[in-house]
């Protein structure tokens, strides 16, 4: 068997701490890339604050400390410490009036909160699917689904399709790979309603 030299172990340890100084090195840079995320997030991960950046973002004449606690319930001593908080973190700033309103910054991220709220309501969902061949520019329009309710079953989904369509007055957009068969006659009928109703106006068709 041959007998590693000194030489050569003295090098594979130098080759062993070198890459061990650069893993350390990329770590530290890689952390140090999410440190301004890390700070915004942390200020951002609490229900109250959120409420505050949401009643700031309706802009109303006055949104001083005590209508603020008045509005949302919260005693003006916490309160104050959560509006410190914005205000070291940049999402807000006080006006002359004594009063806060969002910057720029807090607008933006406001404008996030919708996704990120409607991905933690549905977490057990989108935990076990995937988006599949979804378009980037529809996964980054989540947001608007934030009022959305989620229907589990084909026949929930079936009567909620129904209730829309026969409240439906002027128009009504859907998006659907295909019409269901059982929706067909509901819509011919509300078209032959409209149709009859326009004619009833004295509107013509040829």
Not at 8 to 30: F, H, I, M, P, V
Not at 180 to 206: C, F, H, T, V, W
Request: no cysteine.
């Amino acid at each position: 068997m041959p007998i590693e030299s000194q030489k050569s172990r003295e090098n594979k340890d130098k080759e062993k701490e070198y890459d061990e100084l650069n893993t350390t090195e990329y770590n530290a840079a890689s952390r140090q890339a999410f440190v301004n995320t890390e700070q915004i997030l942390f200020e951002l991960a609490s229900a109250e604050r959120l409420s505050i950046l949401s009643r700031l973002s309706e802009q109303k004449t006055v949104n001083n400390l005590s209508s603020l606690s008045k509005e949302l319930h919260i005693v003006v001593q916490e309160i104050h410490r959560h509006i410190s908080r914005l205000l070291e973190a940049g999402l807000i700033q006080k006006t002359s009036s004594n009063s806060y309103s969002l910057t720029a910054l807090g607008v933006a991220m406001l404008t996030q909160i919708p996704t990120l709220d409607f991905l933690a309501k549905n977490k057990s969902y989108f935990s076990a699917h995937a988006f599949g061949r979804l378009p980037l520019k529809f996964i980054q329009r989540l947001g608007s689904l934030s009022d959305s309710q989620y229907l589990d079953n084909q026949v929930s989904m079936f009567e909620y399709q129904r209730e829309i369509l026969s409240k439906a007055q002027n128009y009504l957009y859907i998006i659907l790979p295909q019409i269901p068969l059982y929706l067909i006659d509901l819509i011919m009928s509300r078209l032959e309603a409209n149709k009859k109703n326009q004619e009833e106006m004295g509107i013509i068709y040829n």
